[in-house]
T-cell receptor
Framework: GAVVSQHPSWVICKSGTSVKIECRSLDFQATTMFWYRQFPKQSLMLMATSNEGSKATYEQGVEKDKFLINHASLTLSTLTVTSAHPEDSSFYIC??????????????FGPGTRLTVL | DAKTTQPNSMESNEEEPVHLPCNHSTISGTDYIHWYRQLPSQGPEYVIHGLTSNVNNRMASLAIAEDRKSSTLILHRATLRDAAVYYCILRDSAGTALIFGKGTTLSVSS
């Protein structure tokens, strides 16, 4: 299957700082990328969907000014957590779907990024 | 998205078959049935998916009821590495985002 990477795998930051997480599709072109957040012992929660070259679509309750998503190329999407606070500490996971025009687009997931805000 | 219902947890012994059930009584005709699993501190991993017919791959088998209102993921010989949370998810053919429920936590004992 296709490979999706995330960087960094874990990050610790001070409250009030911003943190950028990168998501890359290594061997395919990702027309659509998704960002999820997962708190301990809970399921994945979809935060936003982004299409290459377009603005991201955020799920209800997710602050678009706090969680900035950029999908500037077919292989890279970034999530920036601005002015991070301890309640933003979570496991952030991205996934990517391939070429448009295929009736069924499988989602490939990255390994996740553990964010801890002190 | 149509919802699915799975048991919270299941237990198995190593090298025994495991049948993980999923109910999806409100499934629509264009919904695919997907199974993903997530090991601790990792991203979800694709297991299998199907529409109407039973499916087999190197990881598992998917048995789909004739009315499509339920399905069963079959691990033919469980290993310790199969201990994970298994998610049954419905997704339409348009390829929208996967929406995760609570899943089934599978424990495997040696």
């Amino acid at each position: 299957g296709a490979v999706v990477s995330q960087h960094p795998s874990w990050v610790i930051c001070k409250s009030g700082t911003s943190v950028k997480i990168e998501c890359r599709s290594l061997d395919f072109q990702a027309t659509t990328m998704f960002w999820y957040r997962q708190f301990p012992k809970q399921s994945l929660m979809l935060m936003a969907t982004s299409n290459e070259g377009s603005k991201a679509t955020y799920e209800q309750g997710v602050e678009k000014d706090k969680f900035l998503i950029n999908h500037a190329s077919l292989t890279l999407s970034t999530l920036t957590v601005t002015s991070a606070h301890p309640e933003d500490s979570s496991f952030y996971i991205c996934s990517a779907s391939g070429l448009a025009g295929i009736p069924y687009n499988e989602q490939f997931f990255g390994p996740g990024t553990r964010l801890t805000v002190l | 998205d149509a919802k699915t219902t799975q048991p919270n947890s299941m237990e198995s012994n190593e090298e025994e078959p495991v049948h993980l059930p999923c109910n999806h009584s409100t499934i629509s005709g264009t919904d695919y049935i997907h199974w993903y699993r997530q090991l601790p501190s990792q991203g979800p991993e694709y297991v299998i998916h199907g529409l109407t017919s039973n499916v087999n791959n190197r990881m598992a088998s998917l048995a789909i009821a004739e009315d499509r209102k339920s399905s069963t993921l079959i691990l033919h010989r469980a290993t310790l590495r199969d201990a994970a949370v298994y998610y049954c998810i419905l997704r339409d053919s348009a390829g929208t985002a996967l929406i995760f429920g609570k899943g089934t936590t599978l424990s495997v004992s040696s």
